[in-house]
């Protein structure tokens, strides 16, 4: 075997003789930093918990008696009002994932007398593609959950009538939203590429846009609404097509769906952000190992976490289906 400059217990086979890779692992985390950044659909939606324990419980605040404010007033000689937390316990089991990637000895005497540099960078390249496609999965888990755990409102989203007015419905669900959280804070809008096309077109918002030529912004759109809001305008693809096949079809991840939503930029166990996935890791990745497999003639990375996605405040959002 090529000398790659890695740490690692060449053993037959042996998965137990992994050795923790220093240089991979930070390279892992610096890119699943910058990765999950890319995601910020997933990390606003679904905002990463870091736990102590692979399970435990949280608040699940899933009434309106959760937002209700408290009598402060302290009557001369009275004891202070205690603080409860009006909200359900819920309980997160986080389960094991992870995903390999090996490296064929035949890959690095393609590599040649180009040595040790070339190989690195042959292992990186390979970690790198597998921590994306991991990405890709765990956003496509967090959509899926939301889509499982919401319903879309019954008489909205129906855009294709021309005399529906967008704006209006986003803005009557919007305030909602804010009446049911008790905030008008961290609110965020998201849809994909389609549905923001089906904004932009329909002739209500378009007649909105006075002596406007060019077509609708989301900074145009931030303005037409009431709120203050983040809009997120998600180009992310997923494809079922399976390695060898010819024909590659791939779908937006949000389809026609549009969410908005309340989450906090610092998330806790306790507070009311939609979503939550609790982790002993806040990036998902607790380490890369290396190990031999003889019988594959390949060094094989690994990486592993825990994770448990789980619906915490169906108050903190709203869902339209866009027809």
Not at 57 to 74: A, C, Q, V
Not at 201 to 220: N, V
Not at 241 to 253: D, F, P, R, S
Request: hydrophobic fraction near 35%.
């Amino acid at each position: 075997m090529p000398n790659t400059g890695l740490i690692m217990n060449t053993q037959p086979s042996a998965i137990s003789s992994a050795v923790f890779n220093w240089p991979l692992t930070n390279l892992a985390i610096g890119f699943m930093q910058d990765r999950l950044a890319a995601y910020d659909l997933a990390q606003s939606l679904c905002p990463i918990v870091r736990v102590t324990g692979a399970s435990g419980t949280y608040k699940k605040f899933d009434d309106r008696n959760s937002f209700l404010p408290e009598d402060t007033y302290r009557g001369v000689g009275g004891q202070v009002k205690r603080i409860r937390f009006q909200a359900t316990d819920g309980t997160f089991h986080c389960v094991p994932h992870g995903l390999a990637v090996t490296v064929d000895d035949h890959e690095r005497e393609e590599a040649g007398a180009a040595g040790q540099m070339v190989n690195g960078l042959l292992d990186q390249g390979k970690i790198t593609s597998m921590l994306s496609r991991k990405a890709t999965s765990y956003v496509k888990r967090v959509l899926d959950t939301v889509a499982a755990n919401t319903t879309a409102v019954a008489g909205r989203g129906n855009w294709s009538n021309a005399n529906i007015d967008p704006i209006d419905q986003l803005d009557e669900q919007i305030g909602l939203l804010i009446t049911d959280v008790g905030s008008a804070k961290n609110l965020h809008i998201a849809m994909s590429p389609t549905t923001w096309i089906t904004l932009r077109d329909h002739p209500k918002t378009k007649a909105r846009m006075f002596a406007i030529t060019l077509g609708l912004s989301t900074a145009q759109l931030q303005a037409m609404l009431s709120y203050p809001i983040t809009p997120h305008i998600e180009p992310i693809s997923i494809t079922a097509t399976k390695q060898g096949q010819t024909t590659v079809t791939k779908t937006q991840a949000m389809a026609s769906e549009l969410y908005m939503w309340s989450s906090s930029p610092n998330p806790t166990l306790y507070d009311p952000s939609p979503f939550k996935c609790f982790s002993s890791s806040d990036v998902l990745i607790e380490g890369v190992r290396t190990y031999r497999d003889e019988d594959a003639s390949s060094d094989v990375h690994k990486i592993e976490w825990n994770e448990d996605i789980e619906s915490t405040s169906t108050l903190s959002i709203r869902r339209l289906t866009i027809t």
